[in-house]
């Protein structure tokens, strides 16, 4: 059937050893040679970009390098010093200010040479816990310089500007290590502190050993193997469970309890930055005999078990630290989101280079029952390059991590088995994924745990050290504008590797292929992730709507079939974005997470069932009028029609408005959410009471009130305890809100004021305004947000709700809209009828349906699913667009095609080429007025059984029966990922529908 299968070798699983091999195998540094870092150091004389790479180095390890070396030994924390990432993570804020300090970030500042033992609040300036538990945790200290919980002298503990026993502010934000408790209200001040002591040490390795890899001065590897050994000396007995999740603190475990220094998840950067940090300055630490004095003087004062010369150092880090990270990767105390704990395994095999154990650890990583990486590059990427978390940031981390691995291994060079550049398709996609998600060239949309509500980012792009990797292997422009994203297509920014003996070469090539793309924007549709953008041509001050169809699983939101607006360099719609906290806390199951709070419908009063995703069902994207079809699949039980069409219609260079139709059947009730970023709203036609008290969910039921339903994941209910300050009543149709957008981070420049309104023309019941708050975890978040509820009441209701998005600038450019009667409709389904009356006096008239038929509204006549007749102030007819339709009507006039789209059944696929997949179809591509030209940035669209949306766009048409979609790979997922020689399913198969969707426009 198919041509090929992806090409993977199968690997036999060693079965791994705890120890290091007899024989010590390494020999020098292997990531960052002698000769990379003598590169560096001329490099940086002669190439200013390098110059400040290696200034930049050299000031982030100045701190580190004027410490004694006794004092970087002892600095390092204990096993059982506290360690907990936050100061509380209950909303309560600072316990002088509370909540006023979530208005700066970050909440709490560590000065560590002058404030030890204290955390400042950053709004306030307050400083806890009050006693002195500098003095504290020293006391607690034992003969090995090891901080025993408990053990402390309990008489220093008392607030020290409160000495009096008899003062009622005696032991006021008095902290012994397991926090500061006031009622059910909790600080853990000194757990914060010790954690970021734990975090500064890290990083002061990564600080150390790149300044010693670009000044080649071992005064930096120095100081960083006095950290290394440190470490190595108590992270054995480093356990997350007891140390840190058993006592109420967290420090990312996923919920499961555990880690080492870190929760599982982080664990996998601490791996990251030591095993690569001593890997770097192996060269300089493998002969330093004044570190192994050191050592042994402090083994000695301080009763511990170093012996022995530099060799002896070096096998004590890589035993302790390096096979320790190892085997907990193995056993999970150190597992990531997909790619982080493989990377870590990665690094950590090649810094050890020892003949036994490194292709051991290294066959774990691709193993089916080790690391998986065959299982990620197939079943946890999608053919966007993005993964199956739905959080952008998160969905990124699988190719931001494997890249590294992938170049790891690259530039090792000894282990042959796999190439992930080689091996697996999905992969050359991780090199361009933004490109997937990016709107308006600027932009991407805050999609689950993503962002900060309303924050216009997200568009620059991937690490630039990334994107030029990717232009190193595959150097196609799509990698060239990846690396000009990621410099904001600033070439003073851009820079080469500085380990490179001529790193200038390859940016002369980049920034001229950069130059060849094509600045106009195009709509598209990433079906891999699930996401359609629509788009003007024009990226400054253009707009784009997006509507999100795919997964709600692994960092996701209740959010299927959700869309938003980007118009004025604004987000007009805001999701929440990130939540404040993660893990079970209410606001973010209640509120945050949510379909309560975003732009999408809710059905019988609970949030959305999570699930893989839903389907594109049509796309248009040829401006001026683009149109998607998704259907949103099984996101509630009762309910059999759950689609969203989205139409960005242009009516000048400078204006476009959305048309949006939603389509319901099931349940007993709909309620239609819309947002703006504003806290207040005008309203016409609208006739609402303010309710007193309360919250949507009722006038008794407070603000954050969980009342039908647990605080917790298992909670099923409204979320409406989270909207406040009400009003409810009927309206009168058409009616409009009207949000006046404010944005704190001051995107909106001076003399501008948009705005976002909103024409409703759908009978509902009920229609209620309130307003939510986003999370409280940036400045620059909207204080509060007004929401509309659109509600519908009934048994197994049928709904369509038909709304138009106005962003505009000072003034409206829409005059008025109206839903135009439906006189015939030959055919099934839900028909929306809309007149959009302008303001220089011309008028669109639409049609948009459920399903293909011959309907009539008003003078128009549509025979297909969508049609729209642009019409003079004179009444006479000077554009019109047809869409998967043969005949569209206005009076006189008549915009016709022969075919409303090209059909039939897929006859199979060749991928034997991963950057030509080609389909064989069984119906031929011929059309009187349709060339295979005019094929060529189409989608085809497959009515397949598989998980994932399966629209493909063409990129060029070989003969009547033959289509390339290019390097977009049909491979989904392994048959079976224990058993890789089972082989592939690819998300279409031969025999299924598909489709082509033709349009045709008149312009006079």
């Known amino acids: 059937m198919w041509r090929s299968e992806v090409r993977f070798v199968l690997i036999m699983v060693f079965t791994l050893t705890g120890g290091l091999s007899t024989v010590m195998a390494k020999e020098k540094s292997i990531l960052v040679t002698q000769e990379m870092r003598q590169n560096a150091v001329a490099n940086a004389e002669r190439f200013e970009w390098a110059e400040k790479q290696r200034d930049r180095a050299v000031v982030r390890a100045q701190r580190w390098l004027e410490k004694s070396d006794e004092e970087l030994w002892e600095f390092v924390p204990s096993p059982d010093t506290p360690r907990d990432a936050s100061v509380n993570r209950t909303g309560i804020g600072c316990p002088e200010c509370g909540k006023e300090q979530f208005t700066k970030q970050p909440y709490w500042l560590i000065d560590f040479e002058n404030l030890p033992w204290k955390v400042k609040c950053n709004n306030c ?118 140390q840190v999740h058993r006592k109420g603190f967290c420090i990312s475990c996923g919920g499961g309890g555990k880690g080492r220094i870190q929760g599982c998840i982080w664990e996998c950067f601490t791996a990251d930055e030591l095993a690569l940090g001593y890997d770097i300055v192996y060269d300089a630490i493998k002969d330093d005999q004044k570190l192994a004095d050191l050592l042994n003087r402090m083994a000695q004062e301080h009763k511990l078990a170093h012996s022995g010369g530099s060799a002896a150092v070096c096998k004590h880090i890589e035993q302790n630290l390096l096979v320790e990270f190892a085997i907990s990767v193995q056993d999970r105390r150190i597992h990531g989101n997909a790619g982080m704990h493989q990377r870590a395994m990665v690094g950590t095999a090649i810094a050890l280079d020892d003949l036994e154990l490194t292709p051991q650890y290294l066959d774990w990583v691709f193993a089916p029952d080790g690391g998986e990486v065959p299982t990620v590059l197939t079943d946890v990427i999608c053919r966007d390059g993005l993964s199956y978390e739905a959080g952008i940031g998160y969905c990124s981390l699988p190719g931001r991590s494997l890249y590294n691995a992938a170049d790891m291994l690259h530039r090792y060079g000894k282990y042959q088995r796999y190439d992930m550049y080689r091996d697996f398709p999905k992969f050359k996609k991780c090199f361009t994924m933004n490109q997937a998600v990016r709107m308006l060239d600027q932009v991407n949309p805050k999609i689950g745990d993503s962002g900060k509500t309303q924050n216009w980012s997200g568009g620059g792009g991937l690490p630039l050290a990334m994107s030029m990797t990717g232009y190193r292997v595959y150097g196609e422009l799509a990698n060239a504008m990846a690396v000009g994203f990621s410099c904001s297509w600033d070439s003073t920014y851009l820079a080469g590797d500085i380990y490179d003996a001529e790193p200038d070469a390859i940016l002369e090539r980049v920034k001229a292929d950069w130059e060849k793309r094509d600045r106009r924007l195009r709509s598209f549709n990433s079906g891999g992730y699930g996401l359609g953008v629509l788009q003007t041509a024009k990226a400054d001050y253009g707009t784009a709507a997006y509507l999100y169809h795919g997964r709600s699983i692994f960092h996701g939101h209740e959010d299927r079939l959700s869309f938003g607006i980007m118009s004025e360099q604004v987000v007009m719609n805001p999701d929440l974005a990130y939540p404040q906290y993660t893990g079970h806390w209410p606001k973010r199951v209640g509120w945050v997470s949510h379909t309560v709070s975003h732009n999408t419908v809710m059905v019988n009063d609970k949030g959305q069932k999570r699930g893989w995703g839903g389907k594109c069902e049509l796309f248009e994207r040829q401006g001026p009028v683009r149109l998607i079809i998704a259907d949103g699949g099984h996101v509630y039980d009762s309910v059999s029609t759950y689609k969203r069409a989205l139409s960005l219609i242009d009516v000048s260079d400078d204006d476009s408005y959305v048309l949006d139709v939603f389509w319901v059947r099931g349940g007993s009730n709909h309620r239609m959410i819309n947002n703006g970023a504003a806290p207040d709203v005008t309203c016409t036609n609208l006739a609402l009471e303010r309710q007193a008290t309360g919250t949507y969910a009722g006038p008794d039921v407070e603000l954050g009130q969980f009342y039908d339903g647990p605080e917790n994941w298992d909670y099923d209910g409204s979320g409406f305890m989270y909207l406040y300050d009400v009003e409810k009543g009927k309206a009168a149709l058409p009616f409009t809100i009207d949000w006046d957008l404010v ?47 659109r509600s519908r009441f009934g048994d197994n209701l049928q709904t369509q709700f038909v709304t138009v998005h106005e962003p505009y600038e000072a003034e409206p450019f829409i005059n008025n809209v109206m839903a135009l009667p439906v006189a015939s409709h030959q055919g099934q389904g839900f028909v929306a009828a809309v007149q959009v009356e302008l303001a220089d006096g011309r008028r669109d008239v639409m049609i948009l349906a459920e399903q293909p038929g011959v309907i009539t509204a008003g003078d128009m006549t549509l025979d297909g699913r969508f049609g729209l007749v642009r ?55 011929q059309d009187q007025g349709v060339s295979a030209q005019g094929l060529v940035g189409r989608y085809i669209i497959f009515d397949n059984a598989e998980r994932s949306d399966a629209s493909y766009e063409i990129m060029a048409v070989r003969d009547d029966n033959t289509i390339s979609i290019g390097d977009m790979t049909l491979i989904e997922r392994f048959v079976d990922p224990e058993q890789y020689d089972k082989g592939v399913v690819y998300n279409v198969v031969p025999g299924e529908a598909y489709a082509i969707h033709l349009s045709t426009t008149w312009s006079k």
């Open 871 to 925: 019409l003079n102030p004179d009444g006479e007819v000077v554009f019109a667009k047809l869409v998967a339709g043969t005949s569209l009507r206005y009076g006189d006039f008549a915009l016709t095609q022969s075919l409303a789209a090209f059909t039939g059944e897929l006859v199979s696929a060749d991928d034997s080429d991963p950057d030509d997949v080609v389909l064989k179809l069984d119906q031929p591509l």
């Open 743 to 789: 944005d704190k981070r001051g995107y909106i420049k001076a003399g501008k004021d948009p705005h976002l309104r909103m024409y409703c023309l759908s009978e509902v019941d009920e229609v209620a305004i309130a307003s939510g708050d986003p999370p409280r975890n940036s400045p620059g978040n909207p204080d509060s947000l007004r929401y509309i509820m």
């Open 125 to 242: 300036g307050e400083v806890f816990p009050k006693n002195d538990f500098e003095a504290y945790y020293k006391s607690a200290l034992d003969e090995h310089n090891i901080y025993q919980e408990g053990a402390g002298d309990r008489s220093l503990l008392f607030n020290t500007d409160h000495p009096d026993p008899n003062d009622p502010l005696h032991m006021y934000a008095v902290d012994d290590g397991l926090g500061y408790k006031e009622d059910d209200k909790r600080w853990d001040f000194a757990a914060y502190y010790g954690y970021q002591m734990w975090m500064d040490c890290i990083h002061g390795v990564t600080a150390l050993a790149r300044a010693y890899s670009l000044t080649d001065d071992a005064a930096y590897a120095h100081k960083a193997g006095v950290i290394l050994a440190r470490i190595a000396d108590v992270y054995p007995d480093m356990d997350y469970n007891p």
